[in-house]
């Protein structure tokens, strides 16, 4: 396993009868030991997991503190979800619980994911809003931690603030190594950097930690609550309802890291960012681990389309994991 390997072919795009091209990446496969069963690419230099950092993150608020009225308010605390109806709703109870408005959010404003809720919104005259931003929920999150704790809410991002800390210190903890260096998050907050390894063996040690830990309490809030971690049609929410007990958490530029409930975990990284290349890769890693079922099959292809029409796929290269 190099320190700094390059990126390999991962997945091909086939349009009837041609090869268009490959999307190159890194994939890391554990063992429910935690040891590395496939390595593919760069697995252990530095890389910005985004949203995928979310159920460290996540960790990191129970740890300091953080109580919620319902478990799935903990799942939504890791979601990136669609911002439809019952996200927004489920957000909203999450300030109000803590006599806080939407005001109180520092997550830039956005239109819902979902395509056909940013249309009805933007019908009924709504305009990008906080609350419909897809980080909203790990923001709500956030501020709940603070009020509980007694911290500032005006600085809550920033990365020397308490909060921020003890985030910081849970993801490299859960990781299994340092923090290599920190930047911004699409959504503001401190966004930190860790090898895809120490993203893989995050998902392994929240399936594997005991019962009631904060580990464990959000990797169950999130498989218990598959909907509000995505929403309608996203993939996180299509992996863990295929496959029972499934971990799955998406970021964008191409991650994706998931855990089986014996500890084998994943962790994959598209070079260029396509997101339509992860799920193919993921799916083929489940199934190198004996993992299938017809809702996973619908999952192993991300498809091309021409005219509005499927016309093609993307599919993972065969005999990746042999």
Known sequence: MSEYGAPVPLVELVRGELREGTH?????????????????????????????????????????????????????????????????????????RHDLTEDALQCPTDWPLLDGERDRRAA????????????????????????????????????????QLELHDTVAELAGEPVATFSVDGCGAPLFAVS????????HTMVTAAP?????????????????????????????????????KSGVEGVLALALPDGHAVAVKIADGSARARLPVAVAALRSLGVDGEGLAELAESPLLGGGRPTGAVRALEGLFD
């Not at 897809?134 to 704790?149: D, E, F, I, P, Y």
């Not at 895809?196 to 998902?203: E, K, M, N, P, V």
């Open 124 to 163: 009924e005259g709504f305009g990008r809003q906080r609350i419909t931003m897809n980080c909203s929920g790990k923001h709500a999150a956030m501020l709940a931690t603070c009020v509980q704790r007694g911290w500032a809410l005006e600085d809550y991002l920033d990365p020397k603030h308490p909060l």
């Open 212 to 248: 009631g830990t904060p580990q464990r309490r959000v990797a169950e809030a999130m498989r218990s609550h598959p909907w509000f971690v995505a929403g309608t049609e996203r993939e996180d929410t299509l992996l863990m309802r295929a496959v029972p007990g499934l971990l799955s």
């Open 24 to 96: 190159h990446g890194s994939v890391v496969v554990l063992d429910p030991d935690g040891n590395v069963r496939h390595a593919l690419g760069d697995v252990s230099g530095p890389m910005y997991p985004r949203s995928a950092n979310k159920p460290a993150q996540a960790v990191g608020m129970v740890r300091a503190g953080l109580e919620l009225a319902e478990e799935a308010d903990l799942a939504m605390a890791a979601a990136s979800h669609n911002g439809e109806t019952e996200h927004v709703l489920r957000v909203r109870e999450m300030l109000h």
């Open 196 to 203: 895809l390894t120490g993203l893989a063996r995050t998902f």
